[in-house]
């Protein structure tokens, strides 16, 4: 059975790694765009058209550097903000700077009708509140739309701890889970959504007798 984590004890272990073990938190956002590229490289996905949706914090960052690998890789893909990127993470902005000198096209709108995959990576860890009303809407027209999507650490709208959906959420056909499995993957309405569950190791470091609440 997978490791399950709650998002306090995640970001714990994030900060024991960026400022303890001195990996910065550019290198584990490379390491969870590369696990993600891995498992959709493994040929279940199809790659022909992939719309990467990304947020303005720390999993909209990994959606960026995703796009940048992908593009890399030849594979087609399309980037796209949900929120004003002016007022996005440092991290997302640097993400974008090197995306940009790649070469990664943008999108402002999509229908949904078109990516043969949608990637996940508006919201993670991160979500407090009940998503805005516009984004709910966005995300109840596209699960009416016969998409797959893989999402990044967690379907946008689950909470990471207790599975609810807070206001909408994102169906997922897999979640790639970066480290360990967000409990709220388990629960209530967050087991569903986020479908198949995928942990990818990204190297993070286990503070020394760390104790994992759900054993
Ligand atoms: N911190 C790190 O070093 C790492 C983070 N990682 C990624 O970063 C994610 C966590 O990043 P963040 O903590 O930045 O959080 P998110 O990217 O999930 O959310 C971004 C920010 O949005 C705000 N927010 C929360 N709920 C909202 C709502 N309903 N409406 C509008 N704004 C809202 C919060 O200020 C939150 O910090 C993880 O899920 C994972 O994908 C991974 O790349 C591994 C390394
Ligand atoms: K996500």
Known sequence: MTQLVTADEIKAI???????????????????????????????????????????????????????????????????????????????????HAATLC???????????????????????????DLPEGLQKMLKAANHIDNTVVALDLPTGIDANTGEIRGAALKAKATIAFGFEKVGCEKAQGKKMAGRVIPQDIGLVLPEDFIFSIQ
């Open 103 to 129: 070469g990664v096209q943008r999108a402002e709108k999509s229908d949904f009708k078109e990516p043969s995959l949608i990637i996940d990576a508006i919201f993670g860890t991160g979500l407090n509140k």
């Open 14 to 96: 994030e900060a024991y790694t960026i400022n303890e073990a001195g990996l910065s938190a550019a290198v584990l956002t490379e390491r969870a765009a590369m696990a993600t590229l891995q498992v959709l490289a493994a040929g279940r996905f199809d790659l022909s058209n992939v719309l990467v949706l990304a947020g303005l914090g720390g999993n909209g960052a990994d959606g960026v550097a995703l796009a940048r690998l992908l593009h890399q890789a030849k594979i087609p893909v399309t980037l796209q903000f949900v929120g004003n990127v002016n007022r996005a993470s440092q991290a997302v902005k640097e993400q974008l």
